[in-house]
């Protein structure tokens, strides 16, 4: 195993943590935006826009993969 992580450049590895890591904030996101928009109270609004968290998770996310295929 530490022979392979030896060999692998440290660009994509980093990279693909990151996507992992954006991806999950991306559906994270998605979960608290459909709660906000299903809640009762419409004037009970959130502190976050998760619409813009979201968003940038998926920018986050495209360039990390384009770095991982890119490595």
Do not use: C, H, Y
Not at 14 to 25: D, N, P, S, T
Not at 58 to 69: E, F, I, P, R
């Amino acid at each position: 195993m530490a022979q392979v992580l030896n060999d692998a450049s440290e660009v994509p590895l980093a990279a693909g943590i990151v996507a992992i890591l954006a991806l999950l904030l991306a559906l994270f996101a998605a979960w608290r935006e459909r709660r906000g928009t299903m809640r009762v109270d419409p004037d009970a609004v959130g502190l976050l826009d998760w619409r813009g968290v979201q968003m940038l998770a998926l920018l986050l996310l495209a360039v990390a993969l384009l770095l991982v295929a890119k490595g």
